[in-house]
């Protein structure tokens, strides 16, 4: 059974459920019957058409649903716009799906949940997560979100903003490393760059293909953690940096500043650095300046807060973190690397073994843990 297959396909069977009057809520659960369909009859009789395979198959499936709590009249004419079998066009409705997704219907913050969860294949812990809110906090609502939808006709796509935000938090979770998902949020943002002409859209793209670059470099060969400062730059992807400062500077050049272009710039000159030393420091404030002013987000003042221990020393990071509630992730890792800077090692020691603790997955932790060994060892020499 190609799984990767299945999931390919099943933006677009959503898609065709929700445009011929599927509620979403019922549209999902259809899908998800007849991807369990599929896995089991499949491997014994493979279909010409695996889309259309679906799209029958998923249709039948929320028609014996509607049936159940639906009134003869409605039954019928859901009948008669059921799709016949055979070959479907092929399509990629993603992107649209994004759109629908994000309805007007929705607050911002619910589309997003409710859009990273169906479309973008994260699961509620992830959301959680990148919203820094309980997973149990994050349930309820996307619950919250599907029952306002449930009964919605999907025929209004939500705003460009909130697709933008979808597709940040999609590239950020494949980029963590947790799911694989980064290169299809540059393939989406790609085909909405190239559909809508915006500033942000290109900011985005930029930001995406900037950090995309690095990627080669941000892992050792047995798969942990290599920090900026000391990436291999040679095999960043230099193709991927170019294009991305290119498409960031006509987007600044329309001078309409959002928070992607602002998170580009930055991403940027990290990028133009032939060497960790040779990093603007002093100009990356700034931008983090301008994107604490555009967003105020404490995330962007703890990574601001780093900055500024590099432009003007530790005791000026520590200074600039300690205006910030110390409960945010990764605060911890944070004031341990400055005060390291700083020469206080058994203070940096603890704070890594308590970032440590606090870590999102494997990977920083397992960096976190050797931090506070080499700092250990170091002390004991």
């Known amino acids: 059974m190609d799984e990767v297959l299945l999931r390919s396909l099943t933006p677009s069977v959503l898609t065709v459920l929700v445009r011929r009057g599927a509620d979403f809520a019922a549209a999902e659960d259809a899908v998800q019957d ?15 058409d695996a889309k259309g395979w679906l799209i029958t198959a998923a249709w039948r499936k929320f028609l014996d649903a509607t049936r159940a709590d639906t009134a003869r009249r409605r039954r019928e004419d859901l009948v008669d716009e059921e799709p016949a079998p055979g070959p479907a066009p092929a399509a990629d409705d993603t992107l649209q799906l994004y759109f629908l997704c994000a309805h007007p219907s929705l607050t911002p913050a619910s589309a997003v949940a409710l859009t990273l969860r169906a479309v973008g294949g994260l699961t509620t812990r992830q959301i959680a997560e990148a919203y820094l809110v309980p997973e149990a906090t994050m349930a309820q609502r996307i619950s ?11 025929d209004r796509p939500g705003d460009v903003a909130t697709v933008l935000r979808v597709l940040y938090l999609v590239f950020n979770e494949g980029y963590s490393g947790d799911v694989d998902l980064a290169a299809e949020a540059i393939r989406l943002t790609r085909q909405l760059a190239a559909a809508i002409d915006h500033p942000e859209v290109a900011g985005l793209l930029a930001l995406m293909l900037l950090h995309h670059a690095r990627r080669a470099a941000r892992t050792a060969p047995d798969g942990s953690l290599v920090p900026l400062a000391e990436q291999d730059r040679g095999r960043w992807d230099t193709a991927s940096i170019a294009e991305g400062v290119r498409i960031l500077q006509a987007a600044l050049a329309r001078d309409r500043l959002g928070e992607f272009q602002a998170q580009a710039a930055i991403a940027a000159l990290h ?8 990093t603007d420091w002093v100009q990356i ?30 005791r000026a990071g520590l200074a600039a973190l300690a205006a910030l509630d110390t409960s945010l992730p990764r605060h911890a890792a944070v004031a341990a690397y400055l005060h390291e800077r700083d020469g206080d090692l058994p203070t940096a020691a603890r704070l890594y073994a308590e970032a440590a603790h606090k870590a999102p997955n494997l990977a920083e932790r397992a960096h976190l843990t050797r931090q506070a060994a080499r700092l250990n060892a170091r002390r004991g020499r």
């Open 271 to 278: 990028a133009d650095a032939p060497t960790a030393e040779e």
């Open 144 to 154: 919250r979100a599907k029952r306002t939808v449930s009964g919605v006709r999907f």
């Open 285 to 314: 404030v700034e931008w983090y300046d301008e994107l604490a002013r555009l967003t105020d987000s404490p995330v962007v003042r703890l990574n601001r807060a780093v900055a500024v221990g590099e432009a003007d020393g530790p």
């Open 34 to 48: 007849a991807l369990v369909e599929a896995v089991r009859v499949w491997p014994a009789d493979p279909p010409r």
